[in-house]
């Protein structure tokens, strides 16, 4: 392949992913060296040690991970504060992780020009989702409560007030 694509959960969730085999590595040792001193896991001694296989993968990925010939992280973000907030945090953590970070992604960019009929086309979408999640609702005996779209994000006990 010329380019693996993983699209990760959130950040949090992704660099939970990305400390993975970093974690497994130190786990696979720490086993290791538990089955050494007390023959736990022992098995019969034939052939190549599964555990410490596994561990020395663990190391491969690791280095994958942070070679920047071979592996490069996209951010895709959304124009909000909250979601600048995430992206920074995103590229410290990546930095400091030493994974290197190619892209950022600005995903969901209003258009002025289109502004209106994109508007009118998210109405339609929306109104069918709702349909939907009435009827979940209705069957499951909860209510629903709308908050209506605002055109700034809503902080704090004063950002409360528009509601």
């Not at 508007?119 to 909860?142: H, I, P």
Request: charged share 25%; net charge negative.
């Amino acid at each position: 392949f010329d380019r693996i694509i993983i699209d990760t959960a959130p950040t949090g969730h992704a660099l939970r992913l990305l400390s993975y085999p970093d974690f497994l590595e130190r786990l696979a040792d720490r086993v290791a060296r538990l089955r050494d001193r007390f023959g736990w896991l022992a098995g019969d001694n034939d052939g190549p040690d599964q555990l410490r296989s596994f561990q020395f993968r663990m190391i491969e990925l690791q280095e994958l991970f942070t070679d920047p010939e071979k592996t490069s992280f996209a951010v895709v973000t959304i124009p909000t504060t909250l979601a600048l907030e995430e992206t920074k945090r995103l590229l410290v953590e990546l930095k400091e992780e030493d994974i290197s970070c190619g892209l950022v992604i600005a995903n969901r960019i209003l258009d002025p020009a289109t502004a209106q009929d994109s508007a009118a086309r998210l109405a339609v979408t929306q109104s069918a989702a709702l349909q939907s999640l009435d009827a979940l609702a209705q069957s499951s005996g909860l209510e629903i409560v709308r908050v209506p779209y605002l055109d700034r994000e809503v902080k704090g006990i004063y950002g409360l007030q528009y509601l």
